[in-house]
C-alpha cells in the first residue's frame, strides 16, 4: 500500500469517526463522494446482467449512503469491503 | 429530552412521544428509539437500518432548515403489526422544511410513504421483509396432510 493511500485511510477514520458523533449531514456527503467512484465501479460490473446505467448507478448510490451510515469506524474493517458489500446487496434487492 | 408514556391511538395502534433539542447530538436518540421500536415491529436488521436512515435525513434537513438554536423535535411513533409511522414536527412548528434533492431520494429508497408539509414530516415504513420471511416459514413448517 502507497503512503497516499494509507494517509486517504487515516483521513477516512477520522471523518467516519466525526461523523459518528455528530451524525452531520455534511460529513456524510462528503464521505459519500470520496467513495463515489467505488459505487460507480461495483454498478459497472452489474451493467453487463442487464437494467439502465443511470438505474443502477442511483441504486449503487443509495447503497453507499446506506454503507456511510451504518459503518462502524471502530470495528476495524475497512470501509471499502464494507461498502462493497452494502452496496452489491443493494443492487441485488430486486425492485417493487 | 423527554419521553411520554406510551398510549393508544384511535386506531389501536401503540404511540410513542420523544421529544429533544433541535440539535444533531440527538438524532442518535431518535435512532436509537426507532431502532427500537422497528425491532418492537418486527423489522429485519436491514429495515432497521432504513428507518434509522429516514429519521437522521428529517431531522438533519430540519436542522439545516432553521437557524433556531431553542426549539425542540417532538417525534410521535406508531407501532403496529404492519410496521412504524412517524411524524416529525418541531416544538414551536415555526420552520417550513426544505429537502434537497439528494434527501428527497433516499427518502424514497427507504421507506414506504412519506409526505412533507411545513413543519411535519409523515412517514410510513412497512415490515415487508419479515412478513415474507414469516409467510415462508408458515408454508416450510406447516404439515403435509
Do not use: C, W
Amino acid at each position: 500500500m502507497s503512503d497516499t493511500s494509507t494517509a486517504d485511510d487515516l483521513d477516512d477514520l477520522e471523518l467516519f469517526r466525526e461523523f459518528a458523533a455528530s451524525r452531520s449531514r455534511k460529513l456524510r456527503n462528503q464521505l459519500v463522494e470520496r467513495h463515489m467512484g467505488l459505487a460507480a465501479h461495483i454498478a459497472n460490473r452489474f451493467r453487463r446482467q442487464g437494467g439502465s446505467d443511470d438505474d443502477l448507478r442511483q441504486v449503487a448510490m443509495v447503497g453507499l449512503v446506506k454503507a456511510v451510515d451504518r459503518f462502524d469506524p471502530e470495528y476495524g474493517a475497512a470501509f471499502s469491503a464494507f461498502a462493497g458489500r452494502t452496496i452489491e446487496g443493494e443492487l441485488k434487492t430486486p425492485l417493487p | 429530552m423527554s419521553a411520554s408514556a406510551s398510549a393508544q391511538t384511535s386506531d389501536g395502534l401503540d404511540l410513542v412521544e420523544v421529544t429533544v433539542p433541535l440539535r444533531t447530538d440527538f438524532i442518535a436518540t431518535l435512532r436509537t428509539v426507532a431502532a427500537s421500536l422497528g425491532a418492537d415491529a418486527g423489522f429485519s436488521i436491514d429495515e432497521i437500518d432504513d428507518l434509522r436512515l429516514a429519521i437522521s435525513e428529517i431531522v438533519s434537513s430540519m436542522i439545516d432548515s432553521t437557524t433556531s438554536t431553542d426549539d425542540r423535535i417532538v417525534a410521535s411513533f406508531e407501532v403496529g403489526a404492519a410496521g412504524v409511522s412517524v411524524a416529525i414536527t418541531t416544538g414551536r412548528g415555526e420552520i417550513d422544511i426544505e429537502l434537497d434533492d439528494l434527501a428527497a431520494s433516499i427518502l424514497e429508497s427507504v421507506v414506504d410513504e412519506y409526505v412533507v408539509a411545513g413543519p411535519r414530516v409523515n412517514l410510513v415504513k412497512l415490515a415487508s421483509e419479515a412478513a415474507s420471511v414469516v409467510e415462508a416459514d408458515v408454508e416450510r413448517t406447516a404439515p403435509e396432510r
